[in-house]
């Protein structure tokens, strides 16, 4: 999953933001745009990298640790509930950029905004599990689980919300094709930095390049026929 959101990202940060980019506003403020995104975006990840979850405990020890001490569970309990909040944090000052993403990009037409809110819902679906797992394991309950990572997403309305008040409904097209260059940029870092490289730690690196292919696949004909059914001003 991992690796086809990442397919599907890539896909729509190089073949439509960043080619639009260069194409409205010429090869050199077209790249300078894309960079500015990757350099913002780099630097939210040196200050607020996205944490990983604790490894799950196997069944055998978490029964020794029962059966030995249940103080000793317990501490672990709290530590795994510790690192659910902290994921939920990170995560959420992840996913703040990403609102804004879609926003802008649906400011352009139907097509941009449906195209970068299908990737960024499957590259959400990972994080959510990453949220809800050391939660659940730490409490025991499936509400409180859902209820924390159903919280850790409402950042990206809320990025939303935010862009919304600070930029007019209308923008001069070339500052628009700007910036979404710089979301161009914003993806290609995401997904080069953290997604891609997770896939490979998680599915191994045959099965990660051929969802990132399949994903890239998946959206360049997405790209298409969403070209063919909406009308050229979307």
């Known amino acids: 999953m991992k690796g086809f959101a990442a397919g599907l990202m890539l896909s729509i940060s190089f073949f439509d933001l960043t080619h639009n980019a260069l194409n409205s506003l010429g090869f050199l403020r077209g790249n300078l745009w894309f960079f500015a995104g990757v350099i913002f975006f780099a630097v939210v990840a040196k200050f607020i990298p996205e944490p990983e979850p604790a490894p799950p405990i196997s069944n055998e020890k978490r029964t020794k640790k029962h059966e030995g001490d249940k103080g000793i569970m317990k501490r672990r309990r709290r530590q795994v509930l510790l690192s659910g909040v902290i994921t939920a944090i990170g995560i959420s000052l992840h996913n703040f950029p990403e609102g ?13 905004g449906l195209n970068l809110a299908l990737a960024i819902a499957l590259h959400n679906i990972p994080e959510g599990v990453a949220v809800a797992l050391p939660v659940y394991f730490a409490t025991e309950s499936k ?15 809320l990025g939303v919300v935010i862009v919304a008040c600070l930029f007019p409904t209308s923008l001069n097209p070339e500052i628009l094709e700007g910036i979404l260059g710089a979301v161009g940029g914003v993806m290609a870092f995401l997904t080069l930095h953290e997604m891609i490289p997770l896939a490979f730690e998680y599915a191994g690196q045959k099965q990660s390049v051929k969802a990132v292919f399949c994903g890239m696949a998946f959206m360049s004909a997405s790209l298409y026929f969403l070209r063919m059914s909406l009308p050229e001003d979307m």
Do not use: D, Q, T
């Open 100 to 112: 804004m993403a879609v926003y802008l990009g649906s400011m352009k037409g139907v097509r941009v």
């Open 143 to 157: 509400w409180e689980a859902f209820k924390l990572a159903s919280l850790s997403g409402f950042a990206e309305p």
